[in-house]
């Protein structure tokens, strides 16, 4: 298993320019979230899924846009980048969130995309 | 909204010496996650705790979870170089938003 991929490593936008991280996994997960870390303040939730079809915000999503339409794929896009969106993006997946007591719900994170917006 | 405030943000130790990082939460949580992420990389899942005044232990880490759900603390004993990085505490909501704290930097002197 490949677990959870991100594309691309790197990227460097200018202001006004749109783009789409993509996030992939392979271990059939229904949950997946967006995370952006920034020095000093931890990682912030922008969006997550709870399964295909089925997307709701986090802490941080103004700017941000996301879709899911299959189980595996979970794109973040940026409608308008701003200076302000320049970080490290994390994808993360993990089983289903709703299940009962008893579960490990660890949540397994990509390798991360730094994002520069200039 | 909802908080998770950890404390300290960074910690210097030498080798050998104990670490503690502390999380508190504005609420009550339904579960608290630990994370570790080495410089230049991603979080890795440590652990989870989920029952009121739970610990557990993995070789020289010990977790806490407070009596009313809204602690929780990584003590390291006896550290060593491995150990470096940023400790995350991250707890989980009656929603299905994980808040992660700010983190703790661990830099470990040989």
């Known amino acids: 298993n490949a677990g959870v991929t991100q594309t691309p490593k790197f990227q460097v936008l200018k202001t006004g320019q749109s783009m789409t991280l993509q996030c992939a996994q392979d271990?059939?997960?229904?949950?997946m979230s967006w995370y952006r870390q920034d020095p000093g303040m931890g990682l912030r939730l922008i969006h997550y899924s709870v399964g295909a079809g089925i997307t709701d915000q986090g802490e941080v999503p103004n700017g941000y846009n996301v879709s899911r339409s299959t189980t595996e794929d979970f794109p973040l896009r940026l409608l308008s980048a701003a200076p302000s969106q320049t970080s490290v993006y994390f994808c993360?997946?993990?089983?289903?969130?709703?299940?009962?007591?008893?579960?490990?719900?660890?949540?397994?994170f990509g390798p991360g995309t730094r994002l520069t917006v200039t | 909204g909802q908080q998770v405030m950890q404390i300290p943000q960074y910690q210097h130790v030498q080798e050998g010496e104990d670490f503690t990082t502390y999380c508190n939460s504005s609420?009550?949580?339904?579960?608290i996650q630990w994370y570790k992420q080495r410089p230049g990389g991603h979080p890795v899942f440590l652990i989870q705790l989920v029952k009121s005044g739970e610990v557990k232990k993995q070789k020289r880490l010990t977790f806490q979870f407070g009596e009313a759900k809204k602690n929780s603390s990584l003590h390291i004993t006896a550290t060593q170089t491995t150990d470096v990085g940023t400790y995350f505490c991250?707890?989980?909501?009656?929603?299905?938003?994980?808040?992660f704290g700010a983190g703790t930097r661990l830099f470990v002197k040989a």
């Open positions: 609420t009550t949580l339904s579960n």
């Open positions: 993360a997946s993990s089983y289903d969130l709703r299940l009962g007591q008893g579960g490990t719900y660890e949540q397994y």
């Open positions: 991250a707890g989980l909501t009656g929603g299905f938003k994980t808040i």
């Open positions: 271990m059939n997960h229904e949950y």
